[in-house]
């Protein structure tokens, strides 16, 4: 019952219904294997969807998105008590919408636990503009409770269910993109360089193009959870430098590129067809 109560609280299951009802009913002598299957299989799916979203726009974009995936396993994660009552009113009373999960971020383990980064008052937070909504992304990234994860931001048009696309990316009977690679991504659209390298500390090599952080796959893992506390912290250790505009993307190219050299990190680049822009 503790490490059921403790997976709750500290990863967030996608369904936490059924996650207590499986830490609640588990000594109970009509609550057989097969419910405790079906309730922890419920609780922490192995593919689900996530988004980030702050502010009625952003909100309603979000949901948009996530209707249509349809697929049950989809978590909106807000930043203000305001985003979380919109999330759960813009919730559709659909069967695709029937275990989605509206999500507070603030109430999470991690944002807790980084709360020297992640408070009203926070350097970090109060860097720039963008800065709230760039760490919600960050660790609505981190905190994911799924197997496999699909980040997406909100202005994306998804195309298949995610079901769909899992099965293309386990296309083999032995190995698929996931049981290989860490972390899926597509290269960014402007990331055709104008010129040479720049001769930051991190410096790219030639042959590196930096990757769109709208649209990530990957594979829950202690090497993908130390790549984005490292984004993180690469965010905010900057956020302090007079170039900081308050975009994410960059910190997360350096980060992924640190760790490929240095953690052996297993990276794929998609298709742009995976983040087709129009």
Known sequence: VYVLEQLHSRSGAANGERARSAACRIRDPDYTLRHFHDDVAAAFPELGAIYAATGHMSLLQATESAGRLDTPHVIINTLLPDDLAMCKLLKPNTKAAHRWECKDVTASFAWKQYRELTADGAPCRGAHALAPSRLLKMFSILTSPFKVSIFLDTDTAPCHSLETLYTQLRATDSNGLLDVYDVLMVPAREAVRAGPASK?????????????????????????????????????????????????QHFLSQALLRMVREDRLQLYQLLPQWNFRS
Do not use: H, M
């Not at 709208?214 to 993180?232: D, E, F, H, N």
């Open 200 to 248: 930051a500390s991190w410096a790219e090599p030639a042959a590196w193009t930096q990757l769109n952080s709208g649209v990530i796959v990957w594979s829950s893992r202690a090497i993908t959870k130390k790549l984005w506390q490292r984004w993180i912290a690469l965010y905010c250790s900057e956020s302090s430098t007079k170039d900081f505009n308050g975009g994410d």
